[in-house]
C-alpha cells in the first residue's frame, strides 16, 4: 500500500456563478496525518473536499499531491480515492465486485482483482460478505466496503464525506475508532468532512475549521479547543462563553469561569448578574448567570465545587476567572459582538 | 383503515378461548360459541380482502379472460364460406399452416409473414431502443433542471396530441415521389431521379413506427434513469472509469428494468399492428396483424381467432424470454 502524500492547497477558490463558495484558502496537510474539515453547513467544506478529489474544478488555484500538482487532472489521476457520503455502493454489483471496481475498470483480470479485493475486505473484516448486495447490508457494513472500495486503487489520500453521518450514534462512535485505527496502520492521509466537532476532536491531527468559504482556525484539535481566536471559533467548537468586556471579546472555557459572592474582593476581571439556572448534569453542574445588562454566562462547577459553594436561583454573584486561561478574540467586522451564549 | 382493522382481527380473548385447550376442554357450555365466532370473523375478513380486490377482478375478467377465452374456444371451431360452425375442428390452425410441410425446404406464407413481423419487430425495436435510451439519457444526465426535464418530456408527447392515423399520413407528402424529401435530394443534385423505396415500403414501415413508439422506450427508460444516484455516477468517475465503461457498468445494468418495460411495450404493440404496417407499406407487407384482419374481413371467425392465438403464443414467448433476463417485479 502506498504510504500518504501531502496536500496542498494554494489560493484554492470555488465560484458557483457569483457566489463564492470557497475564498482563496491555502492549506498544508502533512503527509500520513488525520485531517477534519470542519464548519457548519454551506461553509464550503463539501466543495473543497470535492476539489481536492476532483469532481468539482476549481475556479482559481492549485491543488499539490506529494510533489505533483494535479488540479488538472480526473479523480483517478490524483492519487485520492473518495468515499462518498451515504458510500454510493452500486446496487447491482456483488460485494466483492463493488471492492474490485476500479481495478476491472483498469482491466485487471477477474482472478486478480478478485483476489485483491479480498484482501481489502479482510481489512475491514467483510471477507464472509463476499457474495452479498448492498441491500443485503447493514449501515456499518456497507461503510466498511465503501473504505474497501475507496482503498483497492492504493490511493495516498483517502477523502471521507461526512463518512459517519448516516450511522446510529452507537455505530458512530465504533466506526470512529476505526477509521482512526485504519489510518494509523496504513499511514495514509486521511480528509474528513464532518460537521461535528466532537467527530473532528476525537479523530484529528489537524483540524481546519471553516466559515463562509474561508479557513477560520486551523491546528491540532487541544490548540483550537484551548485557544479559539474568533467568537466563530469559540462558539462553533463549543464549552466556552464568549464575553464582551471592557471593549475587548473574551471567550473563556465553562469549567474555568468561577463564580463568587458579590461582597468578596476580586483581583482581576469581575462580571456581575444573576443565577437564572441550575442544570445538574451528573458529573457536573451547570450553573447559567443572567449578566447585568449583559450576555449569559454559563459555568461548569464540579460536583464537590458545587456542594461546598451551595448555590441558587436569584442568588447575586460575581464571574471571575484567571486571565491567563482567557483568549482575546479577533473582532470580526461581520460578527459585530451579539449576546454571548453558550454553544454546546 | 384503522377501523376495518379493528372490526375485523380477532379479539385477543377470543384468540385465547380457541387456541388454549384448558379453555375449551374444562369451560365447554359457554364458550363452545367463541370458535365458531372467530372462524366467521376469519371469513369476513377473507371476504373483505375479496371484496376489495374485487372491482379490478371484475374488469380484468369481463373485459380480458372472457375476451381470451371466447377467442380461444372460437378458434378450434369449424367454419366453412360464410359461417362459423360450433364443432371442434382444427381446421383454422391447419388452414392456416397449409403446405407448411409439404412445401419445404421452401417456406410457406404464415412462416415468411412471421418471418417478416418479426424482422419488422427487431429493426423497430433496436431503433426505438438505441433512440429512446439516448433521448432518456440526456434527460436523466445531461438536464440539470427538473422544469427543463418536465418541460422536455412533455415535448416529446406533442406528437401524441394528435391521432396515430394523421401522424402516419403525414409522412406522405414528406416521402412520396414527389414529396419534400425527393424534391430536395433531386433538387441538390445528390440523386437524378427520385428514390422509389422512401414511401409503401419497409423502411417507410419502420420509420412511422420508430416514430410512433420510441417514446414508449423513452418514458421507462427514463424513469429508471432518473432513480440512479448521481453519486454512483462519480464513483464510478472516482475509480477510474471513462463515460464508456460508466454507461456499460453502471447506467446501463441499473436502466435494465426500463429497457425490459420499454421493450415489452413496443414488441407487443409492433408484432399486433396492421395499421401501421398496412399504411404506410402501401398495403403490400404482410404481417402477423393484417393476416388476422384479412381473415376477419373475410367472416372466417375461427380462422381469424387461430392467428391470434398464435400471435399470442409467440409475444408470450418473446415476453416470458425478456423478462428472464430482468425481473421486472423485483426492480418495480
Not at chain 2, 367454419?79 to 360452425?85: D, F, K, L, R, T
Not at chain 2, 416521402?175 to 419497409?202: D, H, T, Y
Amino acid at each position: 500500500m502506498a504510504a500518504g502524500a501531502s496536500l496542498e492547497l494554494v489560493k484554492v477558490t470555488k465560484m458557483y456563478g457569483h457566489v463564492t463558495a470557497v475564498d482563496a484558502i491555502d492549506l498544508r496537510i502533512p503527509a500520513g496525518s488525520y485531517c477534519c474539515l470542519l464548519g457548519p453547513s454551506g461553509c464550503g467544506k463539501t466543495s473543497t473536499l470535492r476539489m481536492i478529489a476532483g469532481h468539482e474544478s476549481a475556479t482559481s488555484g492549485d491543488i499539490i499531491v506529494g510533489a505533483k500538482n494535479v488540479t488538472e487532472l480526473p479523480p483517478a489521476g490524483r492519487g485520492t480515492a473518495m468515499m462518498f457520503q451515504s458510500y454510493a455502493l452500486f446496487p447491482h454489483l456483488s460485494v466483492i465486485d463493488n471492492v474490485a471496481f476500479a481495478l476491472k475498470m483498469k482491466g485487471v483480470s477477474k482472478p486478480e482483482r478478485h483476489a485483491r479485493a479480498r484482501e481489502l475486505l479482510e481489512l475491514v473484516d467483510m471477507q464472509s460478505y463476499a457474495g452479498r448486495l448492498p441491500a443485503q447490508l447493514s449501515g456499518g457494513q456497507q461503510q466498511r466496503v465503501a473504505l474497501a472500495r475507496a482503498l483497492i486503487t492504493s490511493p495516498q489520500i483517502l477523502l471521507l464525506d461526512e463518512p459517519l453521518s448516516a450511522l446510529d450514534p452507537f455505530l458512530r462512535l465504533r466506526m470512529r475508532a476505526e477509521l482512526k485505527r485504519l489510518q494509523r496502520e496504513l499511514g495514509l492521509t486521511f480528509i474528513h468532512v464532518t460537521h461535528g466537532q466532537d467527530e473532528a476532536m476525537a479523530l484529528s491531527d489537524l483540524v481546519v475549521l471553516m466559515n463562509g468559504g474561508r479557513i477560520e482556525q486551523q491546528g491540532s484539535p487541544r490548540e483550537i479547543f484551548n485557544h479559539p481566536r474568533t467568537e466563530f471559533a469559540a462558539r462553533f467548537i463549543g464549552g466556552h462563553n464568549v464575553i464582551p468586556l471592557n471593549g475587548d471579546t473574551f471567550a473563556v472555557r465553562v469549567d474555568r469561569v468561577q463564580l463568587k459572592a458579590p461582597n468578596v474582593a476580586i483581583d482581576g476581571p469581575a462580571v456581575p448578574g444573576t443565577i437564572s439556572k441550575i442544570e445538574y448534569q451528573g458529573t457536573y453542574v451547570l450553573v447559567a448567570v443572567a449578566t447585568d445588562g449583559g450576555p449569559e454566562i454559563s459555568a461548569q462547577l464540579s460536583d464537590d465545587q458545587f456542594d461546598a459553594e451551595t448555590h441558587v436561583i436569584g442568588e447575586r454573584v460575581v464571574v471571575t476567572w484567571n486571565p491567563a486561561y482567557a483568549d482575546t478574540l479577533t473582532p470580526r467586522p461581520a460578527a459585530a459582538a451579539p449576546a454571548a451564549e453558550l454553544v454546546a | 383503515m384503522l377501523s376495518w382493522a379493528r372490526q375485523t382481527f380477532p379479539a385477543p380473548s377470543i384468540r385465547i378461548d380457541r387456541f388454549s385447550p384448558v379453555a375449551v376442554t374444562i369451560d365447554n357450555s359457554p364458550d363452545t360459541i367463541a370458535p365458531a365466532d372467530s372462524g366467521l370473523r376469519r371469513l369476513a375478513m377473507r371476504s373483505i380482502a375479496w371484496l376489495q380486490a374485487g372491482p379490478m377482478m371484475l374488469v380484468f375478467a369481463l373485459f380480458f379472460l372472457l375476451p381470451l377465452v371466447l377467442v380461444v374456444i372460437v378458434s378450434v371451431w369449424d367454419y366453412n364460406e360464410y359461417e362459423m360452425i360450433p364443432a371442434l375442428s382444427f381446421r383454422g390452425y391447419t388452414d392456416t399452416f397449409e403446405g407448411c410441410v409439404a412445401n419445404l425446404p421452401e417456406l410457406c406464407t404464415i412462416l415468411k409473414t412471421y418471418l417478416k413481423t418479426l424482422k419488422l419487430c427487431l429493426l423497430t425495436w433496436g431503433l426505438t431502443l438505441l433512440i429512446g435510451f439516448w433521448v432518456a439519457y440526456f434527460l436523466a444526465f445531461h438536464v440539470r433542471s427538473k422544469t427543463w426535464q418536465i418541460v422536455l418530456s412533455l415535448l416529446c408527447t406533442i406528437p401524441f396530441w394528435t391521432s396515430n392515423v394523421i401522424r402516419m399520413i403525414a409522412w406522405i407528402p414528406l416521402l412520396g415521389r414527389n414529396g419534400l424529401v425527393n424534391q430536395g435530394l433531386v433538387g441538390a443534385g445528390f440523386v437524378n431521379k427520385p428514390i422509389e423505396w422512401l414511401l409503401f415500403s419497409e423502411f417507410s414501415v419502420v420509420l412511422a413506427l420508430v416514430h410512433l413508439f420510441t417514446f414508449f422506450m423513452v418514458v421507462p427508460i427514463f424513469n429508471s434513469m432518473i432513480r440512479i444516484d448521481k453519486r454512483l455516477i462519480e464513483a464510478a468517475y472516482d475509480a477510474g472509469a471513462s463515460g464508456w465503461q460508466t454507461l456499460v457498468n453502471i447506467v446501463i445494468p441499473l436502466s435494465k428494468p426500463g429497457i425490459v418495460i420499454g421493450s415489452i411495450f413496443v414488441i407487443t404493440i409492433v408484432m399486433g399492428d396492421f395499421v401501421t404496417i398496412g399504411v404506410m407499406g402501401g398495403q403490400q407487407i404482410a404481417s402477423a396483424g393484417k393476416i388476422i384482419e384479412a381473415r376477419l374481413s373475410a367472416l372466417q371467425f375461427p380462422a381469424a381467432a387461430a392467428n391470434a392465438v398464435i400471435l399470442l403464443g409467440i409475444t408470450i414467448i418473446i415476453i416470458s424470454a425478456l423478462t428472464r433476463i430482468v425481473d421486472v417485479r423485483k426492480e418495480l
